[in-house]
């Protein structure tokens, strides 16, 4: 008996231990978020949720999952969000999941085969519900939205009697669609006395543009979700603020998270109401295990609240409210305040006065202290170390009130206080600039007028020139008269330099213009001139007077086009001598050059680095440049003495500097040749790259070095500037770009006056050289055809278009250009080569143009050329044919 009794004990024992093990038994709940964390809808009806599985007392491990809808809709983003919760809760069990909106519902019954089928599905905040989206699925139930649309608007008919139009605001997410449905099925109700009208997908700017022009017999209907025409995600709070800041119309929803952020009020659902509904029913489900009856709930409880706020503003009237509304941000009024409490407030009151009245008398007391002081330190409290000016200011015995720090550190005086009180002959301030503001605040002292904009350039020992913008006004008192001077000063170096060079560089250019136009007629009776002696040269035997005649006339010739190239190289130079160049070796050789001619006491010295990079760079301009720049430097130090330095680093040219000298931001190779001489005067500074400018002599110089040195640095795409301080330093700065990794290369040369056989046309409009030049031509073996008509040479092409080996034409020429002759011939005869012959360098720039596109033109001839010249130039072209042919 006592062994039964005691087995009876241990089975009730393991059924209620059973049963406190069930009670404690942690449930794993899957919350699916159809939105993002921080949306306010769906976050209460998360606390919703929270509060009731709290006050249940059950277990409950809830997993909270946010699927960012709003952002991210398309199929591929839900094929990864189902993948991922797939893989993440594999090992998990749960005992129901539960889904806030459509979207999120949706998700569950698109994978419901795949993603934990069977499990119980709770869903909430659901609009435009279909009873068929769960047929046959016993495992699903839940709580719909259904706001009252109907009941909203009654309420918005009855505070506003004149309306007569309903806007309703949305985009085109899966929830926005389902409550425009639900929208729509309400608009029946009211046919004959709404009109309703859909804004849907609306920019920003546009929804707020509309707003603006509605009228009284308008109103809003606003949707909690917004997404603008281009992707832009914007909360519901932000737009309804906005556009009530921003809008005349009344605003209205059927949301309480809403309220209190523009609309009106009415008849609002509560989230916290749907997630606690929802929580009832996951409960009943884990409590019995059953689906509760009925499923599917149509709708929570829904209160009539209002903004205090809005109905101030439209002036609507309580009486028009339904009984029992809720009014929020409603003021507390005296007369619902506690007896004691408003007694409190008022002695209060009373009191305060009292110590207000003290305070006034006190402030009285003090105000004539404060006056002083005001007087010292409103200007230091605007104006001290807040803008980078030079600031000071001074009373009619132009004794110093004050200076900013700017003021103090420009001029080196230390602290701007131990300035009060002394004049500029008591101050170490630059001598010529103190006297001249002195004249200037006389003026503004005696006029009461201000000087603005005063250009000064102020030239400190050791340092370079800064130009300064000097304001001056007068200082007044309370009383408006003139007791003293403020002054401002602005360092505009920087403007100054860049003016300048802006006019340097236009000056040159339009010179460069004038030359190129100049060389080119030059050019031409050049050309004539040697043709033309060289034939004579040709009948006459070598060693007579005739003969030496003639020769010193080529020779002329000859000088007279190095001329024009000199002249050419400053406006426009040529880059046909280009190649990867080793600067530093360049500079070697120039040096070693130099310190052979310079006498004993001028020190030459040459810094360059091992390794520096290759620059495309035609060796001879540099030489010439470096000639140039170092014979200015020997000139300047000639009779005194002193040391020339060249050196070579390699450096990056930020965009300040690039801008200033009008190149590209980059790597560059700087050349710096200094010297300590007498400098060069700042008046003259902007003038000494001028073609024939110079401070020489009439037999010392022809004022071309320094221009033909700018020119070169041009051509090669470089900048140059040049820094000036008198007996310390002069030093013109070379900068030369950088293009990657350059490799050395090899000219092909052609050997001396190669003859040929094969047949030219000849195309130029200049009757010397249509007379000189063939016979040139035919006297190296070539059959020539000389015509003075483009459209004539391309007509002889057009009717026999193999007979021509190589056609020679002028650039310039009245019918049309050579290279436009090129085109034209290309088009009938592709094989035919061309050779350009031109007084202007720029050809070279159109032949590479793609406008002109002249694949057949294989070289570019300078004039003037002589026979030699035109003999290895006509053999260049004809060498691809000759290398095919044979």
């Not at 009948?539 to 000859?558: F, H, P, V």
Request: charged share 25%.
């Amino acid at each position: 008996m006592k062994q039964l009794i005691a087995v009876t004990i241990l089975i009730i024992s393991i059924f209620f231990s059973s049963i406190a093990l069930a009670e404690t038994e942690k449930r794993n709940i899957l919350y699916l978020n159809s939105y993002q964390n921080g949306y306010k809808w769906s976050d209460d009806i998360l606390e919703g949720l929270r509060n009731c599985f709290l006050e249940s007392g059950m277990n409950i491990d809830l997993h909270i999952e946010y699927m960012d809808t709003k952002r991210f809709k398309d199929e591929e983003f839900m094929e990864i969000l189902h993948s991922y919760y797939v893989f993440k809760y594999q090992k998990y069990k749960f005992s129901a999941i539960v889904v806030s909106d459509n979207n999120a519902l949706n998700f569950m019954l698109r994978y419901q085969d795949s993603f934990f089928p069977g499990v119980p599905v709770i869903f909430c905040g659901i609009n435009d519900f279909k009873p068929e989206l769960i047929q046959g699925l016993d495992n699903y139930c839940g709580v719909l939205e259904n706001p009252g649309i109907k009941d909203n608007l009654d309420i918005a008919l009855k505070i506003n009697p004149s309306l007569r139009k309903v806007i309703v605001v949305g985009d085109q997410s899966v929830t926005s669609k389902a409550i425009r449905a639900q929208i729509e099925k309400a608009q029946p109700l009211f046919k004959g006395v709404l009109e309703f009208e859909h804004w849907n997908d609306l920019p920003l700017v546009d929804l707020l543009s509309r707003s603006r022009n509605m009228g009284k017999d308008e109103i809003l209907l606003f949707t909690p979700f917004y997404k603008g025409a281009h992707g832009e995600l914007f909360s519901s709070e932000e737009v309804l603020n906005i556009i009530y800041q921003n809008s005349p119309a009344m605003i209205f929803s059927v949301w309480e998270f809403l309220l209190g952020h523009g609309i009106v009020g009415g008849k609002l659902l509560s989230g916290t109401d749907q997630g606690r509904k929802a929580a009832e029913m996951v409960l009943h489900v884990l409590n019995t295990g059953r689906i509760p009856e009925p499923r599917v709930i149509k709708g929570t409880d829904e209160y009539y609240m209002f903004d205090y706020n809005v109905l101030e503003r439209f002036k609507i009237n309580n009486n028009l409210l339904p009984d029992g509304s809720v009014i929020i941000n409603e003021p507390d009024y005296f007369y619902k305040l506690d007896k004691q409490v408003f007694w409190t407030i008022i002695v209060s009151i009373l009191g305060l006065s009292m110590i207000l009245v003290m305070l006034v008398i006190s402030i009285l007391q003090r105000r004539k202290v404060e006056k002083r002081i005001k007087a010292q330190l409103s200007f230091q409290e605007i104006l001290m170390d807040t803008i980078p000016l030079l600031i000071c200011w001074k009373d009619k015995k132009q004794r110093y009130l004050g200076a900013n720090h700017s003021f103090t550190d420009f001029f080196g005086l230390g602290s701007p206080w131990s300035l009060v009180g002394l004049t500029d002959s008591e101050v170490e301030v630059h001598r010529r600039f103190a006297e001249q503001a002195a004249v200037w605040d006389k003026k503004v002292l005696q006029t009461g007028k201000p000087r603005m904009g005063i250009n000064w350039s102020l030239i400190r020992d050791g340092e370079d020139p800064v130009w300064l913008e000097i304001n001056k006004v007068p200082l007044y008192n309370e009383k408006g008269e003139v007791v003293g001077t403020l002054t401002t000063a602005e360092d505009v170096t920087r403007k100054v330099n860049l003016e300048k060079q802006l006019l340097q560089s236009q000056k040159m250019e339009a010179i460069g213009t004038l030359a190129g136009g100049i060389a080119h007629d030059f050019n031409n009776i050049l050309t004539s001139i040697m043709n033309s002696v060289e034939l004579a040269l040709s009948d006459i035997e070598e060693g007579t007077i005739t003969w030496k005649d003639l020769d010193r006339s080529i020779k002329a010739a000859q000088r007279g086009s190095r001329v024009v190239k000199q002249i050419l190289t400053f406006s426009r130079p040529s880059q046909e001598g280009f190649k990867p160049t080793d600067i530093g070796e360049v500079v070697k050789e120039t040096v070693d050059f130099i310190k052979a001619s310079l006498p004993r006491n001028i020190r030459v010295s040459a810094n360059v680095p091992e390794g520096a990079p290759l620059v495309m760079a035609d060796p001879t301009q540099i030489h010439q440049v470096i000639m140039n720049l170092c014979t200015n430097s020997f000139q300047s130090l000639k009779g005194r003495g002193g040391s020339i330095d060249v050196s070579l680093t390699t450096v990056e040219v930020e965009d300040e500097q690039a801008q200033f000298m009008r190149v590209a931001p980059g790597i560059y190779l700087r050349l710096e040749i200094s010297d300590d001489g007498p400098g060069i005067p700042v008046e003259i500074l902007d003038k000494i790259f001028d073609p024939f400018f110079t401070t020489k002599g009439k037999a010392e110089g022809t004022g071309l070095g320094l221009a033909v040195v700018h020119g070169l640095i041009k051509g090669h795409g470089g900048g140059i500037s040049v820094n000036s301080i008198p007996d310390v330093r002069t030093c013109f700065e070379i900068f030369l770009p950088v293009h990657g990794q350059l490799r050395d290369v090899v000219r092909k040369s052609y050997g001396a006056l190669p003859m040929g056989q094969e047949t030219v046309l000849f195309v130029e409009d200049d009757e010397d050289q249509l007379e000189t030049t063939p016979r040139i031509l035919e006297s190296l073996g070539y059959d020539v055809t000389a015509l003075a008509s483009p459209e004539k040479a391309f007509n002889m092409i057009v009717d026999e278009p193999g007979r021509f080996d190589i056609m020679i034409t002028d650039y310039d020429m009245p019918q049309t250009n050579g290279l436009e002759l090129s085109r034209m011939v290309q088009d009938v005869a592709p094989d035919l080569p061309i050779l350009v012959v031109s007084g202007r360098r720029n050809v070279l720039s159109y032949v590479a143009d793609a406008e002109y596109d002249v694949k057949s033109v294989r070289k570019v001839l300078m004039k003037p050329y002589n026979k030699t010249t035109i003999a290895d130039a006509i053999r260049e072209v004809l060498a691809p044919t000759e290398k095919i042919d044979g």
